[in-house]
Nanobody, 123 residues
Framework: QVQLVESGGGLVQAGGSLRLSCAAS????????MGWFRQVPGKEREFVAA????????FYDDSVKGRFTISRDNAKNTVYLQMNSLKVEDTAVYYC????????????????WGQGTQVTVSS
C-alpha cells in the first residue's frame, strides 16, 4: 500500500515563496513518475508539474512555468515543489500523485494520491 504525505502548505503573501514536500512510503519510489496537482473548491483538479523517475525530465503547466520548480530526492523518497512569486490565483489545495500510466497531465492516469495541503496566497 502506497502512502503519500504532503507538507509545507500555509498562508503567504503575494510574491512570497513556499516549498511543498511529498514523502512516499510503501513502494519503490524511484521507479515512479510523480506529479503535483491543485484544486480550488467548485473547480476541477488541474495539473501543476510532473517529474520523471530519475528527475531528468520535468513538465509544467504554463501558468506556473518560470515560478515553480519540481524536484525529487529518491534517497529520501520525497518529491518537492518550490513555489516562488506566488499569486493570489495560486491559492488551492495541492496534491501530489504517483505512477502515471499515460499522460503526465491527466489526473486520472495517476495511481495513488496524497491527502493534500492547503496553500493560501493573500493580496
Amino acid at each position: 500500500q502506497v502512502q503519500l504525505v504532503e507538507s509545507g502548505g500555509g498562508l503567504v503573501q503575494a510574491g512570497g515563496s513556499l516549498r511543498l514536500s511529498c514523502a512516499a512510503s510503501g513502494r519503490t519510489f524511484s521507479t515512479d513518475g510523480m506529479g503535483w496537482f491543485r484544486q480550488v473548491p467548485g473547480k476541477e483538479r488541474e495539473f501543476v508539474a510532473a517529474i520523471s523517475p530519475s528527475g531528468g525530465s520535468t513538465f509544467y503547466d504554463d501558468s506556473v512555468k518560470g515560478r515553480f520548480t519540481i524536484s525529487r530526492d529518491n534517497a529520501k523518497n520525497t518529491v518537492y515543489l518550490q513555489m516562488n512569486s506566488l499569486k493570489v490565483e495560486d491559492t488551492a489545495v495541492y496534491y501530489c500523485a504517483g505512477d502515471p500510466d499515460g499522460s503526465w497531465r491527466a489526473d486520472y492516469d495517476y495511481k495513488y494520491w496524497g491527502q493534500g495541503t492547503q496553500v493560501t496566497v493573500s493580496s
